[in-house]
């Protein structure tokens, strides 16, 4: 099953490469051909040329074969280069469309299959493994059937000459192969364990390239030195015992092949000496024995790329196995737009994680279009689990309720119309290794620099750009680590403000920033919002308290609903957490500012 499998995925990905390929076979044939055809000018010359009289003018022109040799090694040349040439287009053809797809594909997986894998595990796939792909199918199935018509050429040359030698060499074949299958299994276990071992390695790496500033931070340094040791002699552990089992393979094979080669020169020189082969048939008869060892021999390097190629195919195959989300909609009566209104309802809504751990617990509360809607929780409490139901980020499953926008459910609304209709500011926003303009346009690219600059201003981020050098076009840096924490978020919220999605959602989004920005940013969205449905995330109790209405959640269950006045009243959860935050000089300055 598994190479039927393979089968399909080499096809999938030959397409715009087959006819360089067999361009690249058929100049590989040639070129086997023009070799073959060395030995038996070699043998022309020794018995016709040099041993008789029957080519006077080739006996006293030696240079003349000089000449046919030249020529036959200078047009061998030519189609190994062509062979080269047009294997490196079907190579890079191949890989590109191989890491097209897969790139593709993992944009499309659910954020629960993201949880399950390591980025670095991911990155090892797309890269590393795609090249040993490459390698094999390209580089090492071109060179089988090289093997073949070599050895089928070869071998059809020596029994035209001496069938009894023939059939000696013959007899080793056998054993070089099975010696060969013995090695490609031994090796496919080695090749899997160090190859897992060097996508956690490259995870480590990953993790320690992105969270420099934690490491630094906190002094972590030695602990990630020594942590990156321990993979990394691991990692190299496991090279040194398949380097090992190589070398074992090696040796034993060059002992094969050795005594293969003194056992044909051995007969051979008898034959020759008993008159039952022409010395320049035991030249010729020797130089294609010497030609089919190293084929024959490179049988266990192909075996090993092979099993190498295989644990690739299978970890590429992963990610392409894997299933997508639903683009379409998880039910037949998907519709192809949104809703006319954007009130937002959940229904009986229980959401549980992959470990098994329930975070919402029957939740039933509605948003009418144009309010603003707040949350307030501890962590863990599902805050932030609620919009990214939401955003189809997490599916509910049939029995764990509903969540419905305009009265239709949002499984019923392919993604790519929900989330363009939803706008996400997160708490830790991502930002790209590109300029500020290029990352607050990633929601709206055809967008001018001035309707940029609107959104910027709304975000109170402006005027920090203005003041780099560079303006809109300063690079941020990798995840914006050139930018501080409230910057980024600002940034983000520019990014989102400009895609004026009808829904907008701002989870803990304000926590980096001053409380005197925060109050600025939220006086200037009440200007841009307008009819636009507000959900606010949020751990500070000025940024809830005008919301039109405010759920509290404890351990994934509503504790209280209602506006900040009512639930003041209630003297609950939120009157607890309202008297912990606010001093004297914060409620001063809410009643003189109010709040969003």
Not at 346 to 354: L, P, S
Request: overall charge neutral; proline content about 2%; some cysteine.
């Amino acid at each position: 099953m598994k190479k039927h499998r393979r089968l399909q995925l080499i096809s999938r990905f030959f397409v715009g490469a087959r006819g360089a390929f067999a361009a690249a076979v058929a100049a590989s044939f040639i070129t086997t051909i023009l070799n073959a055809l060395t030995p038996q000018i070699f043998r022309f010359t020794i018995d016709s040329v040099l041993g008789s009289d029957g080519y006077p003018y080739l006996s006293e022109h030696l240079w003349v074969m000089g000449l046919v040799l030249a020529g036959v090694a200078l047009l061998s040349a030519l189609a190994m280069f062509i062979c080269r040439y047009y294997t490196a287009i079907a190579g890079e053809n191949f890989a590109r469309n191989m890491r097209d797809t897969l790139f593709i594909h993992v944009q499309k997986l659910p954020m629960k299959w993201h949880d399950k894998n390591q980025t670095g595990d991911i990155i090892q796939r797309c890269t590393s493994d795609v090249e040993v792909i490459r390698n094999f199918v390209v580089t090492q199935l071109l060179e089988v059937f090289r093997t073949v018509f070599l050895v089928a050429v070869s071998f059809g040359m020596m029994v035209s000459m001496n069938r009894k030698l023939s059939m000696v060499v013959l007899l080793f074949v056998p054993l070089v192969v099975a010696y060969s299958a013995i090695f490609y299994q031994l090796i496919a276990r080695r090749f899997t364990d160090a190859d897992e071992a060097e996508g956690e390695l490259s995870t480590v790496v990953q993790e320690n390239a992105t969270g420099v500033r934690v490491v630094r931070a906190f002094g972590q340094e030695k602990h990630e030195m020594d942590r990156f040791q321990e993979k990394n002699n691991a990692f190299a552990k496991l090279w040194i015992r398949l380097g090992t089992l190589s070398g074992l393979y090696w040796g034993v094979g060059d002992l094969i092949t050795g005594l293969q080669v003194i056992t044909v020169i051995v007969l051979g020189a008898v034959e020759a000496v008993h008159g039952n082969i022409s010395v320049g048939e035991f030249v010729a008869f020797a130089s294609y024995n010497t030609t089919l060892v190293w084929p024959i021999r490179g049988l266990g390097r192909i075996l090993s790329d092979m099993s190498k190629a295989g644990v690739s195919f299978d970890r590429v195959d992963y990610i392409l196995g894997s299933e997508e989300e639903a683009y379409a909609g998880k039910t037949e009566k998907a519709e192809k737009t949104m809703p006319e209104s954007f009130d937002i309802e959940f229904r009986h809504v229980n959401f549980r994680y992959e470990d098994g751990k329930q975070v919402l617990s029957d939740l039933n509360f509605h948003i009418p279009q144009g309010t603003t809607f707040g949350i307030l929780g501890g962590t863990g409490s599902g805050k932030s689990t609620i919009v990214q139901l939401l955003d189809r980020l997490y599916e509910l499953d049939g029995q764990d309720g509903s969540v419905t926008i305009g009265g239709r459910d949002i499984r019923e609304i392919p993604l790519e119309q929900l989330r363009r209709n939803i706008g996400m500011v997160l708490q830790e926003p991502f930002l790209y290794s590109r300029t500020i303009r290029e990352n607050i346009a990633a929601s709206k690219p055809e967008a001018t620099l001035e309707e940029i600059r609107e959104a910027a201003r709304i975000a109170c981020v402006d005027d920090a750009i203005m003041s780099f050098p560079d303006g809109y076009d300063t690079l941020v840096g990798e995840r914006g680590v050139t930018l501080s924490g409230g910057q980024r978020q600002r940034v983000a919220i520019a990014r989102m403000l400009l895609q004026k999605a009808p829904i907008m959602v701002f989870d803990d989004s304000l926590s980096a920033v001053d409380s005197e920005t925060d109050h600025r940013i939220r006086q200037a969205l009440k200007v841009c919002m307008k009819d636009a449905t507000v959900i606010l995330i949020s751990h500070r109790i000025n940024t809830l308290m005008s919301a039109s209405q405010i759920l509290v959640l404890n351990q994934g269950r509503i504790a209280e609903t209602g506006n900040h006045q009512e639930l003041m009243e209630k003297n609950g959860i939120y009157r607890r957490i309202y008297d912990i935050q606010m001093s004297h000089d914060d409620r001063r300055e809410v009643n003189s500012h109010g709040s969003l």
